[in-house]
């Protein structure tokens, strides 16, 4: 069956450093995979979206790769700010197509310490 | 980005009662609303499939009859849980997508928070 899988364990990390999150997927042919935040209590908020033929997408600080032949997405945020604390979600369509049913990943949760 | 929001926030109810949760896209209209659930710690699990105008798809494991969904215009959905139980306590987020941008990315809801005592 399709599985989403992300670091179940918290990241922390000092205030500056590079945050480094990530997002393996089995049984999967993704058209695209998406990155969503969710601080707690809260719904989740887009953040990126990168499509297969993209190896590498960037908005401000954050970063994702995306490897196809690995079944892998990378997030990154550089220069982390207390503020980037939060529970990141990956997530990919359940069925091929662009149906808007996306299945997520657990979700990793990033501390960002001053 | 575009909006969407839920009501109500949290409620508490009591064992057999029906609570309803509305979800509303603000700023777009959305032919096809998302709703979620998610237990503490743990990640969102799609529900169902809200379709404006005709009935809603549901998961796998979802029971229609417990949990009803109805899509009355192209900017409400409401979810209702039919005879609530301790169980069914857990947050419940509604979604959609603005087919305007063409992105992909869903819109979420805040959330609506049940407890079911």
């Known amino acids: 069956s399709q599985k989403i899988e992300q670091n179940s364990e918290a990241l922390n990390i000092q205030e500056g450093k590079t945050a480094t999150l990530t997002c393996n997927y089995t049984n999967y042919s993704p058209a695209y995979l998406q990155w969503y935040r969710q601080d707690p209590g809260r719904g989740p908020v887009f953040l990126l979206l990168i499509r297969e033929n993209e190896k590498e997408k960037r908005k401000e600080r954050l970063k994702v790769t995306f490897d196809t032949t690995l079944k892998q997405s990378l997030f990154h945020i550089t220069a982390s700010q207390p503020a980037d604390s939060a529970t990141y979600l990956c997530a990919l369509e359940k069925h091929l197509g662009n149906t808007g049913k996306l299945i997520f990943g657990q979700g990793t949760t990033l501390q960002v310490k001053p | 980005g575009a909006v969407v929001s839920q009501h109500p926030s949290w409620v508490i109810c009591k064992s057999g009662t029906s609570v309803k949760i509305e979800c509303r896209s603000l700023d777009f209209q959305a032919t096809t609303m998302f709703w979620y659930r998610q237990f503490p710690k743990q990640s969102l699990m799609l529900m169902a499939t809200s379709n404006e105008g005709s009935k809603a798809t549901y998961e796998q494991g979802v029971e229609k009859d417990k949990f009803l969904i109805n899509h009355a215009s192209l900017t409400l959905s409401t979810l209702t849980v039919t005879s609530a139980h301790p169980e069914d306590s857990s947050f419940y987020i509604c979604?959609?997508?603005?087919?305007?941008?063409?992105?992909?990315?869903?819109?979420f809801g805040e959330g609506s928070r049940l407890t079911v005592l």
């Open positions: 979604s959609a997508r603005d087919l305007r941008g063409q992105t992909g990315e869903l819109f």
